[in-house]
């Protein structure tokens, strides 16, 4: 799977847009690009995902560039309960084999009251 | 929404003891895996599961772990031999099938080894 680079925090104002950026240089045709985070120890919640189109959900949006080689997950609006690490996975998505998920360090967000 | 779901949230247990960790996907999926993540490390997976079969697992998931699925909801794993290392939570996840499918994952279960 490729390998994604992310920064390792950010903060953001409440109320703000939060705009978290993934390098993934090396992603192959075949790979999607996936955002998850995680709220403490808790279980990674899935965010979105996207192949090569700009995506939107009740979450957030995912801006992904035209080569591919880099994304940008955008909270719009964000609240203290955003407050999370995130994590930015490319994998291929097949409907048998290899599907699990390589969780790299994410960016850990904190929201600033 | 459906969501995964996993028993005991704590699980505290000695050193050589056996445990299992319970989960019950979501119920029209079809894949389930297993994660885990040592505390301040990142989340590593163990183990992946589909037709009553391992379809992946990782260099963690040696001989003293494994997996079944004993009826048609719960998906568990079983240490047979607890270490120390061992101590971590461990996340349940399930998918239910297609291209653009995603895992979505339990609450997890926090296993402390003494």
């Known amino acids: 799977d490729a390998k994604t680079t992310q920064p390792t925090s950010m903060d953001c104002a409440e109320g703000r847009a939060a705009n978290l950026p993934c390098n993934h240089s090396?992603?192959?045709?075949?790979?999607?690009v996936y955002w998850y985070r995680q709220i403490h120890s808790q279980g990674p919640q899935y965010i979105i995902h996207?192949?090569?189109n700009n995506e939107t959900n009740e979450m957030a949006s995912l801006i992904i560039t035209e080569d591919r080689k880099s994304s940008t997950l955008i909270l719009p609006h964000a609240t203290l309960r955003d407050t999370a690490v995130y994590y930015c996975i490319v994998r291929p998505n097949l409907n048998f084999g290899n599907e699990k998920l390589t969780f790299g360090t994410g960016t850990r967000l904190t929201i600033i009251p | 929404e459906p969501e995964v779901t996993q028993t005991p949230s704590h699980q505290v247990t000695q050193m050589g003891q056996e445990v299992i960790l319970r989960c019950v996907p979501i119920?029209?999926?079809?894949?389930f895996y297993w994660y885990r993540q040592i505390l301040g490390q990142k989340v590593e997976f163990l183990v992946s599961?589909?037709?009553?079969?391992?379809?992946?697992k990782s260099e963690i998931f040696d001989d003293q772990f494994s997996v079944e699925r004993p009826d048609g909801s719960n998906f568990t794993l079983k240490i047979r031999s607890t270490k120390l290392e061992d101590s971590a939570m461990y996340f349940c996840?399930?998918?239910?099938?297609?291209?653009?499918?995603?895992?979505?994952f339990g609450p997890g279960t926090r296993l402390t080894v003494l």
């Open positions: 996840a399930s998918r239910k099938t297609g291209l653009v499918d995603t895992q979505y």
């Open positions: 599961f589909y037709n009553n079969e391992i379809s992946e």
């Open positions: 996207g192949l090569k």
């Open positions: 119920s029209n999926h079809l894949y």
């Open positions: 090396t992603i192959s045709g075949n790979e999607y």
